[in-house]
């Protein structure tokens, strides 16, 4: 009968329809931050996305969204609570002496977690447990006479030597890893260069001697005494 065989069809039809799809797998957030570090620890910032990351949860990119707006998001959760590992240290009452220990106190701590480098070059990305070592430095730049916009350059002064120094130290731990690695500087200066880089040529054979000899305390204090005499002048 016609009626029975669009009956036969329909329920044809309908059995070949998929079946719904499932929710998606739940994901545990700290267990994302955690990922995400170590493959920042291990492989650095540009290994990471959101891809790969739902690739090692087993999960989709599109999960991910429901938990971090984007990838800055993400890194910026990988490094909520480094600075809170570390405790502070007793700080002395003197606000320029405070304001040198502060700044050691960044550079250490920063220096034993090197990665983090990595994710503070993208801009504006910092943990928020860290904060407070920016409030000490602009309230000790106050303390010693700055004013609010000078306090401010202050303290990016000290960030940029911190910040710089640790690249560079890096950057000589991995040439130290492969001793057999061709040096560039100070070798390439040679009498050559005399007359042009004559005092370049007169240290050449002692830049890595003075070089190793080098404070970072006993920097950072010239430069905050710098900074608080032009104060004044």
């Not at 429901?66 to 009452?93: C, I, N, W």
């Not at 057999?180 to 370049?200: C, G, Q, V």
């Not at 920097?219 to 608080?228: N, P, Q, W």
Request: aromatic share 6%; net charge negative.
């Amino acid at each position: 009968m016609p009626g029975s065989e669009k009956t036969e069809k329909q329920s044809r039809e309908t059995g070949q329809k998929k079946k719904p799809v499932g929710r998606p797998r739940r994901l545990d957030p700290d267990v994302m931050v955690a990922t995400a570090r170590r493959i920042v620890e291990e492989e650095g910032v540009a290994a990471l996305s959101m891809r790969r990351v739902a690739k090692e949860l087993g999960s989709t990119p599109m999960a991910l969204y429901h938990y971090v707006q984007d990838k800055d998001e993400l890194l910026m959760l990988t490094l909520s609570g480094t600075a809170a590992a570390f405790p502070r240290p007793e700080l002395p009452e003197d606000p320029r002496e405070r304001m040198v220990a502060v700044a050691v106190h960044m550079h250490d701590i920063i220096g034993r977690i090197p990665w983090v480098l990595d994710i503070l070059a993208l801009g504006e990305l910092t943990d928020r447990n860290a904060l407070w070592m920016v409030e000490e430095i602009l309230d000790c730049a106050l303390a010693c006479g700055l004013s609010p916009a000078r306090s401010v350059r202050a303290y990016r002064t000290i960030w940029s030597y911190v910040y710089g120094d640790l690249v560079f130290r890096r950057a000589a731990a991995r040439r130290a890893e492969q001793p057999s690695r061709r040096e560039f500087f100070p070798e390439m200066i040679t009498e050559k260069d005399a007359l042009e880089l004559p005092r370049l040529t007169e240290v050449k054979e002692h830049w890595r001697e003075y070089a190793a000899d080098y404070e970072t305390a006993a920097e950072l204090d010239a430069i905050v005494e710098g900074l608080i005499s032009r104060q004044a002048s």
